[in-house]
């Protein structure tokens, strides 16, 4: 996949809002990355198509460009995907609400916000990653018999998920593994030091703890 190719090429941040300098991370919406995502991993007839992400052709998900990655608890963060939720009331809630029109028309499901700093000099394969590892937070519900819920008008009814171990299987298969996941992957064909153990390292979406 290359940037020339015009059924492949990625959206990519306008270099003047990764360059222009601003005392905040700056925020815009990203209707073209919703756009591609829809058209090259959503849909069936997309090159990317991967229909893990079935549940999601319909959802209400829209995207944004941050000016930068920031840090938490030690790691950049590069991706975030999040359920939207007015956590007040009053004004602090109408100014939340009037920001969410005015960027999107409307007040979305969930939002993914990618580092537009990252995302305009990684390679193609970095970047289908990182989209997919956001995509992938947002999972179908299931009952307690391990069934998918729907909604009553006969959608997948969502919900945020953390990492499968240290990354989604899905991100793995579809892309390799990554250094960490590697080190799990070396680990793991060794005889156990001790017992087994939970790893809990994740992107901004799993530090927030919604695992």
């Not at 959206?11 to 905040?24: L, R």
């Amino acid at each position: 996949m290359t940037s020339q190719d015009s059924n492949l090429s990625r959206p990519y941040p306008p270099a003047e809002f990764v360059e222009e300098f601003a005392p905040y991370i700056k925020l815009i919406p990203a209707t073209d990355i919703h756009e591609w995502v829809t058209g090259q991993i959503l849909d069936g007839n997309g090159s990317l198509h991967n229909p893990d992400h079935s549940h999601l052709i319909d959802a209400d998900i829209a995207f944004m460009w941050a000016a930068s990655a920031f840090s938490k608890k030690g790691r950049t963060v590069l991706g975030q995907a999040e359920e939207v939720m007015m956590r007040a009331g009053g004004w602090q809630k109408a100014r939340m609400e009037q920001q969410l029109y005015e960027w999107f028309g409307q007040i979305p499901d969930y939002i993914i916000t990618l580092a537009a700093d990252f995302c305009s000099q990684c390679s193609d394969m970095e970047f289908c990653a990182l989209v997919e590892h956001e995509l992938y937070h947002i999972a179908q519900d299931t009952d307690e018999f391990g069934a998918p819920k729907f909604t009553r008008d006969g959608q997948p009814k969502l919900c945020m998920r953390g990492h499968d171990v240290e990354e989604f299987v899905g991100v793995v298969r579809r892309y390799g593994a990554s250094a960490d996941v590697q080190e799990i992957i070396d680990a793991a064909s060794q005889p156990a030091e001790v017992a087994k153990i939970n790893i809990a390292r994740a992107c901004g979406t799993c530090l927030m703890k919604l695992a």
